[in-house]
């Protein structure tokens, strides 16, 4: 399945596709192949199988620049893309889960999202997406972010999104 692969070499990759169609069962069935909670995606054929005329080797979709899954990447789905506070939030909640979220040194780790939360939306959000950057580039073993419905971003996102091209492989779903 061409999506582990991109997943697995840490590329960039873009889901695109009519509403319905399967995009978001997709990124979860192969999240589940990623971590080794499931063995073989229970997918029809069709959502498995390229457009015709398509070869797999030029699927569209597939990002220009890498940032390759060091051992050990963590897989995470991130569903509130919109609005960005929510976006920067999730993210920031998913590294504080695994530890990896850098904080202030009179902040504890061990503290939890509830209290951090208050902190984390004290930064404003440009002191929210370089928080969210630092952390990720820092992070041992790396992230690959699973963003669904990536349709509904604004102009907004756009530089950050960028951004975190560099510091993680992402993966996205479009309409």
């Given at each position: 399945m061409e999506l582990l692969r991109n997943l697995r070499e840490g590329r960039h990759t873009l889901l695109v596709g009519e509403k319905g169609i399967g995009k978001s069962e997709l990124i979860l069935q192969a999240m589940g192949v990623f971590s080794g909670k499931i063995t073989r995606p229970d997918l029809p054929q069709e959502i498995l199988r390229p457009p015709p005329g398509?070869?797999?080797?030029?699927?569209p979709g597939n990002l220009s620049g890498s940032t390759p899954p060091r051992s050990g990447a963590r897989l995470r789905l991130i569903t509130r893309v919109t609005p960005m506070g929510d976006f920067l939030r999730e993210i920031a909640q998913a590294l504080?889960?695994?530890?990896?979220?850098?904080?202030?040194?009179?902040?504890?780790?061990?503290?939890p999202w509830d209290e951090l939360k208050r902190?984390?939306?004290?930064?404003?959000?440009?002191g929210q997406e370089e928080a969210i950057l630092r952390s990720l580039a820092n992070a041992g073993?790396?992230?690959?972010?699973?963003?669904?419905?990536?349709?509904?971003i604004t102009a907004t996102h756009q530089a950050f999104l960028e951004r975190l091209l560099s510091r993680a492989t992402v993966c996205a779903a479009t309409v």
């Open positions: 398509i070869s797999p080797g030029n699927l504080h889960g695994d530890w990896e979220l850098e904080l202030p040194q009179h902040l504890s780790r061990s503290l902190w984390f939306t004290s930064l404003g959000r440009a073993g790396g992230y690959v972010l699973c963003l669904d419905s990536l349709d509904r």
